[in-house]
């Protein structure tokens, strides 16, 4: 069946734009996370929803990245004022449940946002 | 000090060698415990999760130590296909959790 998608694979823009990115979770996943990883580094986790609400977004760096989930499937990590430094590759993960320890975190295959 | 912290590598080994990476983890709310594959410029992929009891999955097994606060990861009879980098991962709190992945180690397979 289908992964996870996202959506541009990569976006290049400008110091101070506003960016938008998409995730398309795996059908009848209930929790949906986002992640952000520099080179040489492990996944840094944004936030984790559990169905249309945030349930974690302590990891979100400051009040310049926002991220929806209006339905509970689509996700969208929205970024204003954008940064040199907010480039890196985005990546969301869902999984079936999100409240289980077990439960596999799925990968899509990340956004590479590079800011000029 | 790092949450989750990972000998970088990079590991070089031939074909046909055992190799070994250790993970070490400082929060003892962490509740569960994986083993990530990376492979260059793609997302990361379960390889397999980590129990009390140590698990195996073919060549691979993966040991958790709750007293020390480590788990590891042995690689049997490697595959030039194992090249890859791999993050250990652990997940803090129950019910909504988070999760914390470390900076992964590099393993190179030289035929």
């Known amino acids: 069946g289908a992964g996870v998608s996202q959506t541009p694979s990569n976006k290049v823009t400008e110091k101070g734009k506003y960016v938008e990115l998409r995730c398309d979770p795996i059908?009848?996943?209930?929790?949906l996370y986002w992640y952000r990883q520099s080179l040489g580094q492990g996944p840094e986790f944004l936030i984790y929803f559990q169905g249309t609400g945030a349930a974690d977004d302590s990891g979100l760096p400051n009040d310049r990245f926002f991220a929806v989930r209006p339905e509970g499937s689509v996700s969208t990590l929205k970024i204003q004022r954008t940064e040199r430094g907010d480039s890196a590759v985005y990546l969301c993960a869902s999984s079936l449940t999100g409240s289980r320890l077990t439960d596999t975190q799925y990968f899509g295959p990340g956004t590479r946002l590079t800011v000029l | 000090r790092k949450e989750v912290e990972q000998d970088p590598g990079p590991f070089n080994v031939p074909e046909g060698a055992t190799v070994a990476f250790n993970c070490t983890y400082s929060?003892?709310?962490?509740?569960?415990f994986f083993w990530y594959r990376q492979d260059c410029r793609k997302e990361p992929k379960l390889l397999m999760s980590v129990y009390s009891s140590g698990n195996e999955d073919g060549r691979f097994t993966a040991q958790l130590n709750r007293a020390s606060q480590y788990i590891s990861l042995l690689i049997r009879d490697s595959k030039l296909s194992d090249s890859a980098t791999y993050l250990c991962v652990v997940n803090i709190g129950t019910g909504g959790f988070k999760t914390i992945f470390g900076a992964g180690t590099r393993l190179f397979v030289k035929a």
């Open positions: 059908s009848g996943h209930t929790a």
């Open positions: 929060n003892s709310a962490s509740q569960s």
